[in-house]
DNA sequence: ATCATAAATGCAACAGGGTTGCAAATATTA
DNA sequence: TAATATTTGCAACCCTGTTGCATTTATGAT
């Protein structure tokens, strides 16, 4: 019987999901699960590229099949850039704050599935795969300037 | 005394807003004012030409001065595209959801400022400019193929 | 109205995120 | 090991959105 956590772990994850194990995927799953905030592609290839460089088109493909198999999770921004962010049970849905100006974003404390159904209510027909609730302002050191 | 809609049409908001009346301006808000869900700059665009060509750069141009003002709001989406609202009395924060088959958004009905905030819990630090939730997902036209 | 000034628009060129086709490399299975 | 399927890299590309600059249009004072 394995831990909770043992079940996060990167090839624990390839396995649940049926996704082959290769170097690669571990390798962006490792940077994923010890991010302490979400994640841009950038932000994983600058990473990456410390080691070892990798093709953003690797980098692109390996985040889509970890979407689809409901590995990570996709956070839009107004500027256009995606980021990512591990979708296991130790991070549970949760609204981000995001700065307009630095870009940072931050995870905020979650919010339970249910709460969220009953205030949005969304249509009976509609399949949803992701709710995501981003709030986008000034951060505290941007408003100084 | 105005009523509360004469005070959303296009050149009263303009008005409020302290931006000259140009013909341009006022094309894109009442193209805005009339949609009944969030439109893309290309459905902008699209609209637009069907009358008299306007330059796409004009259009971003106009757009990012609306929603600095507070007039209209932004909403990104999992594709990289963002969409535009009007954000006048008559049509308070919401969440939306959002196809990611057929990128088809919809608006749902509006939720109170103090839920959100309850809710949410931003910083108190943040400085909040918007609340943006999307709920993405397949609509029950996609879910069939 | 006329002129001076500021603001808005169009155009071209660009930046950056993200995708596609295809060939080479790697993993999987028999 | 050999055959097959999957994954990766590379180049070229698409699309959204931006920047610099010249031209046009609006604004405001004389
Ligand atoms: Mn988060
Ligand atoms: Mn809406
Ligand atoms: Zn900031
Ligand atoms: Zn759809």
Chains 1, 2 share one sequence.
């Not at 799953?29 to 600058?46: E, F, K």
């Not at 093709?55 to 256009?80: A, M, Q």
């Amino acid at each position: 019987m394995k831990t909770a956590r043992e079940q996060c772990e990167a090839s624990n994850t390839l396995k649940n999901a049926g996704l082959s194990q290769t170097s690669h995927r571990k390798r962006i799953l490792h940077i994923l699960i010890h991010a302490d905030t979400p994640l841009s592609v950038s932000d994983i290839l600058r990473q990456l590229d410390q080691e070892r460089k990798m093709n953003k088109v690797t980098v692109y493909r390996i985040l889509s099949s970890f979407k689809s198999e409901g590995i990570i999770r996709e956070i839009p921004t107004d500027h256009g850039v995606n980021r990512y962010e591990m979708a296991c049970q130790h991070n549970p849905v949760h609204p981000h704050v995001y700065c307009r100006i630095c870009r940072t974003m931050t995870c905020m404390p979650p919010i339970t599935l249910s709460q969220v159904w009953d205030l949005f209510a969304a249509p009976s027909d509609f399949r949803i795969d992701n709710i995501n609730v981003s709030i986008t302002g000034l951060c505290r050191t941007c408003q100084r300037k």
